[in-house]
């Protein structure tokens, strides 16, 4: 007879492009379980994964994190995350991905964050673009970052 401890399988969890949680394709959209999920999300050379008495793999679309909005605050680049944690941006941690997507170092730089599309039009307002050259140059306060496309 088999017991309910050998019935049970590992949940298929994955982060889509948009930073939300699935369990088996299903949308995770209960408040505790997210933030529990997102604590404690964790990355080594196999991938991303919770620990817990087992290793859980999760399938990450793009990148787990997610800028839903940015805004210059004096000297600083300052963000807010799709878990509604705030931070600053180094900018030199920003690079564009594919189709121009910025993306900067995240959570301590453990991890990387994809701007969403409103947070990279707010972004690029603070960039300057030479259209002759085809680079831009990130402002904040006094400093300038050039922005450029890295894999």
Same mark, same amino acid.
């Given at each position: ?28 959209? $209960? ?46 680049? $300052? ?73």
């Amino acid at each position: 007879m088999a017991t309910p401890e050998s019935e049970w399988k590992l949940p298929r969890l994955r982060i889509d492009v948009n930073g939300d949680w699935l369990d088996d394709g299903v949308e995770v959209t $209960h408040p505790g379980v997210l933030a529990n999920l997102r604590a404690n999300l964790r990355r080594d050379p196999q991938g991303y994964f919770i620990q817990t008495r087992v290793r859980i793999p999760v399938e990450v679309d793009d990148v787990p994190w997610v800028v839903a909005r940015v805004e210059l605050s004096g000297e600083r680049l $300052h963000a807010v995350l799709n878990d509604g944690t705030e931070t600053d941006v180094d900018p030199a941690t920003i690079r564009l991905g594919v189709g121009n997507v910025p993306y900067c170092a995240a959570k301590g730089g453990g991890f990387e964050a994809r701007f969403s599309r409103a947070a990279a039009f707010q972004l690029l307002a603070l960039a300057n673009y030479d259209e002759r050259t085809g680079e831009g140059t990130l402002r904040v306060g006094s400093r300038e970052v050039p922005l450029r496309r890295r894999a």
